[in-house]
């Protein structure tokens, strides 16, 4: 079982920054393949970055590339993404998601990840 938990969500205006955290439970999390998600109000879930166990491969969503890094923290059991220049597009619930099938190359599509965490709210206004 795998606990992944998010923080680091609020409200902002625009063009401001937020660090969004994700704390995961287990000594295996530096064997997951990791990504973030978002949903907005209306919208389906959308891709946002995923990183591999060793941060050698990273995808970003093209609109948030230049703005958003993800990157972990494999002893702490944490991934991070470092939000900068937020947009109002950029408000939705932010997810974290974990890869456990170690076979599996790291993947943009949700359906690939098999456990989330609960969201947290990220609201910038304009």
């Known amino acids: 079982q795998v606990h992944l938990v998010e923080s680091g969500g609020g409200l902002v205006q625009a063009g401001g920054s937020l660090r969004l955290s994700c704390a995961a439970s287990?000594?295996?999390?530096?064997?997951?393949?990791m990504g973030w998600f978002r949903q907005a109000p209306g919208k389906e879930r959308e891709f946002v970055a995923a990183i591999t166990w060793n941060g050698g491969i990273i995808y970003y969503t093209d609109s948030v590339k230049g703005r958003f890094t993800i990157s972990r923290d494999n002893a702490k059991n944490t991934m991070y993404l470092q939000m900068n220049g937020l947009k109002s597009e950029d408000t939705a619930v932010y997810y974290c998601?974990?890869?456990?099938?170690?076979?599996?190359?790291?993947?943009?599509?949700?359906?690939?990840?098999?456990?989330w965490g609960q969201g947290t709210q990220v609201t910038v206004s304009s």
């Open positions: 287990g000594r295996t999390f530096s064997r997951y393949n």
């Open positions: 998601a974990a890869q456990t099938d170690y076979s599996r190359t790291v993947s943009t599509l949700g359906s690939r990840y098999d456990y």
